[in-house]
T-cell receptor, first 113, second 113 residues
């Protein structure tokens, strides 16, 4: 069965600094990988997804993630944090897109002015 | 509306009461999902519908949980004889088809006293 581990339940960065949110997965078949963002009192919103095409995936709001099979990782990055990026971020995996998404526990991102 | 709508936004129930949570998906979306999100955790899959057919209910934690989508649109998640461990946010998501891009509602926060 697939699973996701997000390292760090809380990450704090200064405005303008690099954002790095870590995600490692396990899957017995080629995975589909996703990052979702949840702002306070709102539903989860898809940031980006990897579905076996290009390993570097660009998403909304300047975020991107790189699929590294050898490291079973799909870390989320953004070169320069903005105050509006403060939210909860969830990594999720699905076996080839044919099984329900399995989510990590989430990482809360704080951005300090 | 343009998004997934869930009602009520908050629900307080006494232990042993039955509750019904409603989800209005995006018009035309074939797939509908229910997830349970406990405090400090990521969403956990409960059940999946394709149109009116419930294709996967492997995540329902007990036979007290029941979901339906009789006309392939609105869905209701019913919990009978609620217990304190049922306290969580219940998320509904819909997609045009399958698991690749889910649109989430804001959730129903259920508190069982």
């Amino acid at each position: 069965a697939q699973s996701v581990t997000q390292l760090g339940s809380h990450v704090s960065v200064s405005e303008g600094a690099l954002v790095l949110l870590r995600c490692n997965y396990s899957s017995s078949v080629p995975p589909y990988l996703f990052w979702y963002v949840q702002y306070p009192n709102q539903g989860l919103q898809l940031l980006l997804k990897y579905t076996s095409a290009a390993t570097l995936v660009k998403g909304i709001n300047g975020f991107e993630a790189e699929f590294k099979k050898s490291e079973t990782s799909f870390h989320l990055t953004k070169p320069s944090a903005h105050m509006s990026d403060a939210a909860e971020y969830f990594c999720a995996v699905s076996d080839s897109g044919n099984t329900p998404l399995v989510f990590g526990k989430g990482t809360r991102l704080s951005v300090i002015a | 509306g343009a998004g997934v709508s869930q009602s009520p936004r908050y629900k307080v129930a006494k232990r042993g009461q039955d509750v019904a949570l409603r989800c209005d998906p995006i018009s035309g979306h074939v797939s509908l999902f229910w997830y349970q999100q406990a405090l400090g955790q990521g969403p956990e899959f409960l059940t999946y519908f394709q149109n009116e057919a419930q294709l996967d209910k492997s995540g329902l934690p007990s036979d007290r949980f029941f979901a339906e989508r009789p006309e392939g649109s609105v869905s209701t998640l019913k919990i009978q004889r609620t217990q304190q461990e049922d306290s969580a946010v219940y998320l509904c998501a819909s997609s045009p088809r399958g698991y690749e891009k889910l649109f989430f509602g804001s959730g129903t926060q259920l508190s069982v006293l």
